[in-house]
């Protein structure tokens, strides 16, 4: 007998295979691609659809209930990936802190990070409302396999979307030729569903990238041999940064008010921000105390880290919500360059306090994300709140456990590539760890010469800054909206204003982040997705009998997003799988519940 809707039996059930099945499965995902890959597509996808088979007894309103699953369980894969920053301790030779320091230092820093998420949804989704294509993913997977209507008109095109990830996923892996392209699923996927006038950016800022990349080697910005996102992602990271500092100033009397209605506002579920900010406090002081009493990092160090939160968390929500990429990595990277210039020379005090910002902005940002989810399919936030606290909890406990498996199943992950990098073409080959190569870098130059760094973050501040102000006067200029509009010309124009000219550098910044080929891709992905619905579109309107895909599915479950979707989910699962099947045939899982 299924527990009735609602109930605490209900909420049980959910909160255990979320925590039990949902969240170790995705930290096997994230915690196999962070070290495999560098990056990680986030649990949420993955959790979506397993969770719906729970759920889906209970009809259209089991979304909700896989919602909060999805957000307790991609909570757990999140800082399941964080174990990275153990690696870097074990690239450096640092003395590692016993692990329930480790547990107890991850829980504080993403339970501080959850509730600067939870502060900044007012503005972010309810105002802004941005896409965050793996939150609409998401909405769409749940909305579609709990609703038998929507499921008979969604099925083909999300399912076709999560047969071909998985297929071209299962390709790039066996054949050399293709993963020479840099194909990836998921960011053909993001791109599909962003469409060409946000990804056609990246294209162009990689391509400039490739051209500069000759002179930036002779000038001393890169060494012979290094891809250009070695520095474009400073100053990527500074353009969003120079533009995000005009969106704050211009939300900053918008934010004040939404946080006045959401304290009054009691029937939508809306944390009151009085208790939010408490627990943000709350936090931060336990964090405090952690870093200094126990792990003994400086106090204005931890201070410094905790400040930068706020800012990182407001860029790299931005970030992720225009373009589903969150450069956790690029805040770490920035956070350790700053202190070094404020004089830190220690490398452990520099990893230590980065991590406030990684994992912060990790699970804050996922807390966004799903924010974003639950605000389409009308679920509780204060739920959704706890259920992501307890993911939290159970997560700092994965994130240390997983790691070990993870090391004790893969020894050639132990070894510093940063140092011997020889081993990225022979032992390592297929574990390039590029994160926490990134971190092990930054964290070598601590007694360096920053200032042409800090440079080029400082230029990609001014130039992010004055596009932003361009795109706020042009854009939003009455005549310029009027004239876009007159005909397919002034429409191509305004195309090529708005997408390449002035593009949004929280678009545009995709380029700096990621390798050439994977801008190339994602801008693929976009010019496909608008292309689709330029073509198609005239056609359905113009068929006899023809009825609105809006009136059958909500207007966010476009073909395209439900394609682009699956695309993402299947990379995924395909990931789920080697991440398992590699654990399972070394024998390390067996290893470590043994106690070996």
Not at 39 to 62: C, D, H, K, R
Not at 69 to 77: E, G, L
Not at 87 to 115: D, E, N, S, T
Request: overall charge positive; charged content about 10%; proline content about 4%.
């Amino acid at each position: 007998m299924k527990p009735a809707l609602g109930s605490w039996s209900y909420y049980l059930l959910l909160a255990a295979v979320a925590i039990f099945i949902l969240g170790p499965l995705g930290g096997v995902t994230a915690a196999y691609m962070n070290f495999s890959l560098g990056f990680f597509v986030g649990g949420q996808v993955l959790a979506g659809i397993l969770g719906s088979v729970v759920t889906l007894p209970y009809g259209a309103e089991g979304k909700h209930g896989a919602n909060y699953m999805q957000t307790m369980a991609a909570s757990v894969a999140s800082m399941a990936a964080m174990g990275v920053l153990i690696q870097a301790m074990v690239w450096l030779g640092m003395p590692q802190p016993p692990a329930w320091q480790l547990v107890l230092y991850f829980l504080c820093i993403g339970m501080f990070g959850v509730g600067v998420g939870m502060l900044y949804t007012p503005i972010l989704v309810d105002k802004l409302q941005l896409t965050y294509p793996s939150g609409l993913a998401v909405a769409n997977i749940l909305r579609a396999l709990t609703d038998k209507r929507i499921l008979k008109t969604s099925v083909s095109k999300l399912g076709g979307g999560i047969g071909a990830g998985i297929g071209l996923s299962v390709l790039v892996d066996k054949v050399a030729a293709i993963a020479a392209t840099g194909f990836s699923s998921a960011t053909f996927g993001g791109g599909i569903i962003l469409g060409a006038r946000i990804t056609v950016s990246a294209i162009l800022v990689g391509g400039l990238g490739e051209l500069l990349t000759p002179w930036l080697v002779e000038s001393g910005y890169l060494n012979k041999g290094d891809p250009f996102r070695k520095i474009g992602f400073i100053f990527a990271l500074g353009t969003i940064l120079g533009a995000a500092i005009v969106d704050l100033s211009l939300l900053a009397k918008d934010a004040v008010a939404k946080f006045k209605a959401a304290k009054d506002q009691k029937s939508d579920g809306v944390t009151k921000v009085g208790r939010l900010v408490a627990w943000v406090a709350f936090w931060a002081m336990g964090l405090m105390i952690v870093a200094t009493q126990i792990l003994n990092v400086p106090w204005y160090w931890v201070l410094f880290a905790i400040a930068l939160a706020f800012v990182f968390q407001m860029i790299n929500g931005i970030s992720q919500g225009i373009t589903d990429q969150n450069p956790i990595s690029s805040a770490f990277v920035v956070t350790v360059l700053l202190m070094g210039l404020l004089g830190l020379r220690d490398p452990l005090i520099g990893l230590f306090a980065g991590s406030i910002l990684l994992v912060s902005c990790t699970v804050g940002v996922d807390m966004q994300q799903d924010r974003s989810t639950g605000w389409r399919l009308g679920s509780d936030r204060s739920i959704q709140f706890r259920f992501q606290m307890i993911g939290v909890v159970m997560g700092a406990l994965i994130a240390v456990l997983m790691t070990r498996v993870f090391l004790s199943a893969y020894p050639v992950l132990k070894e510093n590539l940063f140092a011997h990098p020889e081993l990225r073409e022979s032992a390592a080959k297929g574990w390039q760890s590029a994160m926490t190569y990134k971190f092990v870098g930054v964290l070598n130059t601590l007694a360096k010469d920053q200032n042409k760094t800090l440079g080029v973050m400082g230029l990609g501040v001014v130039l992010g800054l004055l596009i932003e102000v361009a795109r706020k006067v042009v854009l939003r200029h009455p005549k310029y909206v009027v004239w876009k509009v007159k005909n397919a010309t002034t429409r191509a124009l305004d195309f090529v204003v708005d997408g390449l000219l002035i593009a949004s550098p929280y678009a545009s910044s995709f380029g700096g982040f990621v390798d050439f080929s994977a801008s190339v891709w994602f801008g693929l992905g976009g010019v496909a997705s608008s292309a689709f619905n330029t073509l198609t579109k005239p056609k359905e309107a113009a068929q006899p009998g023809h009825v609105p895909e809006g009136e059958v599915l909500p207007d966010d479950m476009s073909t395209t997003s439900l394609v682009g979707g699956g695309l993402i989910a299947g990379e995924s699962l395909f990931a789920l799988f080697l991440g398992l099947s590699g654990l399972i045939a070394s024998g390390a899982i067996v290893k470590i519940l043994s106690g070996e």
